[in-house]
């Protein structure tokens, strides 16, 4: 009862809700986009689990990020990888909801989603564990809290996608400038390219084009075939 009594406890939950509500965006659209072709029923099953699986990869960032995000190349590393990602999705982008589709299709949206939600949550993971400030009562509500969030907001982009599919390009597009940003956010290529200057930025529109670029030569391709 007394850590809820205390200001600095309800200070930095505050915090964390703000912070998972802002930077939590990102990982919605990753999970509504890989789960997108499945059957409905299917598509809250990838949800379920691939969020579950997630937060768990996140349980174990926090307790390591500072030191993952000191590694040389790691980041750039996960920022091709990003980038891949978003091509592979956005060239899936045509696919119709099949209800009967295998497991398989289930477990790649899993796979798709763990992989891209372990790069993209080192952000969400240094910002909470910045806010929790060493407060490990404080630090599982803030993780618990991601949970509601990233599953609203992944089944709401989903019908969003359904009556609007150019948000498929920009959800594409989004993780095409995450993983630019990501790219050079490496530990070896900062110092060359600073955070929020110009060319951080326009690392990551480079990498929103790409992505947007490769998906629709693939999508075309694809039809031509």
């Known amino acids: 009862m007394e850590l809820l009594s205390s200001p600095q406890f309800w200070l930095g939950l505050g915090q964390i809700i703000w912070i998972n509500i802002i930077l939590s965006g990102d990982n919605a659209v990753v999970i509504a986009l890989a789960a997108r072709g499945l059957g409905p029923r299917q598509q809250k099953q990838a949800i379920f689990w691939g969020t579950a699986a997630a937060v768990l990869l996140r ?59 372990l790069v993209m949550s080192l952000d969400n993971v240094i910002g909470v564990a910045a806010a929790a400030n060493g407060n490990i009562p404080l630090l599982v509500i803030g993780l618990a809290i991601a949970i509601p969030i990233v599953i609203f907001g992944s089944t709401l982009m989903i019908r969003i996608m359904g009556r609007f599919p150019a948000i498929v390009t ?25 955070h929020h200057s110009i060319g951080f930025y326009a690392a990551a529109a480079l990498g929103a084009v790409l992505v947007v670029a490769a998906g ?7 039809k031509a075939d």
Do not use: C, H, Y
Request: proline share 4%; aromatic share 6%; net charge negative.
């Open 59 to 117: 349980v174990v960032l926090t307790v390591v990020a500072v030191k993952l995000m000191q590694m040389p190349w790691l980041q750039l590393v996960g920022g091709l990888l990003l980038l891949w990602i978003g091509v592979q999705l956005l060239n899936g982008g045509d696919d119709e909801p099949v209800e009967g589709k295998s497991s398989g299709g289930l477990l790649a949206a899993i796979r798709t989603i763990l992989v891209a939600d």
């Open 170 to 194: 920009l959800g594409a597009a989004l993780i095409g400038w995450v993983g630019g940003e990501t790219l050079v956010s490496d530990k070896m290529i900062e110092p060359w390219i600073p």
């Open 216 to 222: 629709k030569f693939l999508q075309r391709r694809n």
